[in-house]
Nanobody
Framework: QVQLVESGGGLVQVGGSLRLSCAAS????????MGWFRQAPGKEREFVAA????????RYADSVKGRFTISRDNAKNTVHLQMNSLKPEDTAVYYC??????????????????WGQGTQVTVSS
């Protein structure tokens, strides 16, 4: 069983930055692929970014490339999402997710077996 707890959400102005964190339980964190997804009101959950177990491989949604950076610290069982140049369309609940089956790097929500409770990000114009 993997438990995930997100933090770092909040209200920020357009062009600002936020850093989301996700703390994971478990002794084999480096064997989990980790992802960030988001869901805006009235919309489906969408992929934001993913990182492999070692952190060597990363994948981003086109809408966030060049603005968001996913990283992980396997010694601290945490994954981060640094969000810069935020736009109103980035407003959503952001979810951290863990994937324990190969391949570890995925942009498909259905392939992740564990989810956090979500953290709200609101970008005001």
């Amino acid at each position: 069983q993997v438990q995930l707890v997100e933090s770092g959400g909040g209200l920020v102005q357009v062009g600002g930055s936020l850093r989301l964190s996700c703390a994971a339980s478990g002794r084999t964190f480096s064997s989990y692929g980790m992802g960030w997804f988001r869901q805006a009101p009235g919309k489906e959950r969408e992929f934001v970014a993913a990182i492999s177990g070692s952190g060597e491989n990363r994948r981003y949604a086109d809408s966030v490339k060049g603005r968001f950076t996913i990283s992980r610290d396997n010694a601290k069982n945490t994954v981060h999402l640094q969000m810069n140049s935020l736009k109103p369309e980035d407003t959503a609940v952001y979810y951290c997710a863990a994937k324990v089956t190969w391949p570890l790097l995925s942009s498909f929500a259905g392939e992740y077996g564990y989810w956090g409770q979500g953290t709200q990000v609101t970008v005001s114009s």
